[in-house]
């Protein structure tokens, strides 16, 4: 009598998310997601067609789960602190937390990103821009929290170049600069702090 699982997918995708943050992607393989998931190999397959595809239904639950915590940091921002330090210090948290699914992420996308943009001009892969458009929208909460005013849509343009520069900067801070996290992240606050100098009147 065949073993009775429930919820496999879920169990696949914990099982996946654990080594995938532990170990780099061609590190992982699909034998032993299926036996940390206690699966048949075969089984996977009924669920994820490819290791990738399975890569990529776990990251999006590991950004999901991020973008959440990110969003409530925002939302139950202490009276008095600055939202905008709140909002990156949160970011980094997630980053730390995630920083081997985040590796294993970029080897994969900027290969694809290239790929696209020499297929399709300028337009960015959909895993990079949900995460680009997620963070824009965490990013205004906290500047609308800081400033008390809403960013404007002739002002959204420069701000999603600069959520797309602290992005890409910080897996290179963390490598370079990995012993200091509060002068990474203070740096990355006047990066902020400077747009809105520049672009928005605090009230």
Request: aromatic content about 10%.
């Amino acid at each position: 009598m065949p073993k009775i699982i429930k919820d496999i997918r879920s169990k696949i995708l914990e099982a996946a998310q654990e080594l995938f943050t532990q170990a780099a992607y061609s590190e992982v393989d699909t034998r032993k997601i299926s036996k940390a998931a206690g699966i048949a190999a075969g089984t996977l397959y009924n669920y994820f067609p490819t290791k990738k595809a399975l890569f990529f239904a776990v990251f999006e639950k590991s950004w999901d789960e991020s973008r959440r915590r990110l969003e409530d940091a925002v939302h139950h921002c202490p009276e008095g602190a600055d939202a905008i330090d709140v909002f990156l210090e949160a970011v980094y948290t997630e980053f730390t937390r995630n920083k081997r699914l985040g590796r294993n992420f970029f080897q994969l996308t900027v290969p694809e990103r290239v790929k696209e943009e020499n297929r399709c001009g300028h337009v960015k892969p959909g895993h990079l821009h949900k995460i680009t458009s997620n963070l824009v929208k965490i990013c205004v909460l906290a500047i609308t929290a800081y400033t008390g005013q809403p960013v404007q849509a002739q002002q959204a343009d420069a701000l999603e170049r600069l959520v797309i520069v602290l992005h890409m900067a910080l897996p290179v801070m963390e490598n370079v600069y990995g012993d200091s996290t509060h002068d990474n992240i203070e740096f990355l606050s006047q990066l902020i702090h400077a747009y809105i100098n520049t672009y928005i009147i605090r009230t």
